[in-house]
């Protein structure tokens, strides 16, 4: 049997948006995710949950991410 430890990172990302159309919340929410995007890339998140805010810092949701690995 190998000894190996598979990386693995869990990821769940949780929005709440409000606003005046269909179109505008989903230029919100995918902005929101691309700026969760680009900090996860450069890992700028430790294990656990934190807020997700917005351009003018109202929290919008959470996100948890937990690095682990698997035997």
Not at 1 to 6: A, K, N, Q
Not at 18 to 44: F, M, N, Y
């Amino acid at each position: 049997m190998d000894d190996e430890v598979m990386p693995e990172l869990t990821c769940d990302i949780e929005l709440r948006l409000q606003g005046p159309t269909t179109k505008v919340l989903s230029a919100w929410c995918a902005a929101a995710l691309r700026k969760l995007a680009d900090r996860i890339e450069i890992e700028g998140f430790e294990d656990g949950h934190h807020p997700v805010k917005n351009n003018i810092g109202m929290e919008i949701g959470t996100i948890y991410i937990d690095y682990s690995g698997v035997i």
